[in-house]
Structures are given as structure tokens and as C-alpha cells.
T-cell receptor, first 116, second 111 residues
Framework: GAGVSQTPSNKVTEKGKYVELRCDPI?????LYWYRQSLGQGPEFLIY????????DSGLPNDRFFAVRPEGSVSTLKIQRTERGDSAVYLC??????????????FGPGTRLLVL | GENVEQHPSTLSVQEGDSAVIKCTYS??????FPWYKQELGKGPQLIID?????GEKKDQRIAVTLNKTAKHFSLHITETQPEDSAVYFC??????????FGKGTKLSVKP
């Protein structure tokens, strides 16, 4: 079946601009996670959705970052007033959502964001 | 909160040799430990995982061992092949089911 998909695959923007990154999870998965991966580092947690609600947004670095999942499927990560330090690969993962602390998370290919 | 340490950061082996990557974790309540392989320009791909009710799990050339007392787990790849070259990440659960990742090990398999 189809895996996690993310669009766009690459995004180049200018400092100060607004960007939206989209994630389509595996069909039926209720848990959805956003991570950010800087060069040479492991993925770092940003936000977790269980269904439509953000169950944990403690990883968002500041209030320029926001994410939504209005219908419990597709999620959009929104970054306002982008800064050069926001340049990274943004990864989305989903899992079935039952016992979330013991479930496999399936990752998408990521969106490579470059802020000039 | 959980903290995951991974060693080594780079590993170079000859084709056919074995490779071992080790991780330690801090939260004794953690009970699920996945390993991901990430190739250049791609997202992490799960290759094997282990839950705390077992001490070892194998899948063909890949195995993972878990020592709950010492709070460490290891990835073992036998008969390495050039296509095993990638960055490998270990992980453990965070407080909300998110994963806490190690910093990664870049494995190079020389033909």
C-alpha cells in the first residue's frame, strides 16, 4: 500500500516568507508526528497529533511554527517569517495510534527546506 | 526525559565483515527500540525493532540485542554488503510516543 507522502520534496524560500509543508499519512493511521532533521543529526520531535488534536507540541521551537490536522488525516506544518536557521529536512511519520509508545512509526521522504 | 546515545559516529568495514552499532538510553521505563536506516536524500526506513519482553531479535543478516539492566541495545549486521552503506539511527520512546533518536552512525561498506 501507499506509504507516507510529503510535498513538496524541496522548497526554497527567502528569509521572512511563509511556507507550508504537507504530509499525507498512511491511510487509517490516527497518530501523526512531525520531526526536523538538521545535517548530520538525528530527527528531532516537533509535534504529535492523535486524530485531529495536537496531543503534544512541546517540540515546536517557537511561535513561528504551527501545525494543523483538521480532518484527522492530512497535516500541514506552517512556518511564518522564515529564518535561515529553519533550513532543514522536515520529516513526517505516522503510526496506527493504538498503544503509541510501542508502535512502529513510518516515515515519509521529507521536505528539504532551504531559507536564503 | 529520555536520552539516547549512539556509538560510533562512523564505521567503515570490508564487504563480508560484521558491523555493530551500540546505543544507550536513560529511561528505565522505555520498552520499544527501533532501528532506522537512512539513505542519502531519503526518509528513515525501519529495519528492525525490539520490545522489552525479549532480549534478541533476528531478521536475516540483521539482529538487535537488548540489555534492560544495563539500558543498552545494539544493532548487528552480518555479511555486510555495499548496499548496507547508509546512516543508521537508534531510537527510544519519548514521553508522548514520539521517538528520541541517537545522532546516527554512518556505515561505509568497502567492496
Amino acid at each position: 500500500g501507499a506509504g507516507v507522502s510529503q510535498t513538496p520534496s524541496n522548497k526554497v524560500t527567502e528569509k521572512g516568507k511563509y511556507v507550508e509543508l504537507r504530509c499525507d499519512p498512511i491511510s487509517g493511521h490516527t497518530a501523526l508526528y512531525w520531526y526536523r532533521q538538521s545535517l548530520g543529526q538525528g530527527p528531532e520531535f516537533l509535534i504529535y497529533f492523535q486524530g485531529t488534536g495536537a496531543a503534544d507540541d512541546s517540540g515546536l521551537p517557537n511561535d513561528r511554527f504551527f501545525a494543523v490536522r483538521p480532518e484527522g488525516s492530512v497535516s500541514t506544518l506552517k512556518i511564518q517569517r522564515t529564518e535561515r536557521g529553519d533550513s532543514a529536512v522536515y520529516l513526517c511519520a505516522s503510526s496506527p495510534g493504538g498503544t503509541v509508545k510501542r508502535e512502529t512509526q513510518y516515515f515519509g521522504p521529507g521536505t528539504r527546506l532551504l531559507v536564503l | 526525559g529520555e536520552n539516547v546515545e549512539q556509538h560510533p559516529s562512523t564505521l567503515s568495514v570490508q564487504e563480508g565483515d560484521s558491523a555493530v552499532i551500540k546505543c544507550t538510553y536513560s529511561d528505565s521505563a522505555s520498552n520499544y527500540f527501533p532501528w532506522y536506516k537512512q539513505e542519502l536524500g531519503k526518509g528513515p526506513q525501519l529495519i528492525i525493532d525490539i520490545r522489552s519482553n525479549v532480549g534478541e531479535k533476528k531478521d536475516q543478516r540483521i539482529a538487535v540485542t537488548l540489555n534492560k539492566t544495563a539500558k543498552h541495545f545494539s544493532l548487528h549486521i552480518t555479511e555486510t554488503q555495499p548496499e548496507d552503506s547508509a546512516v543508521y539511527f537508534c531510537a527510544a520512546p519519548g514521553s508522548q510516543g514520539n521517538l528520541i533518536f541517537g545522532k546516527g552512525t554512518k556505515l561505509s561498506v568497502k567492496p
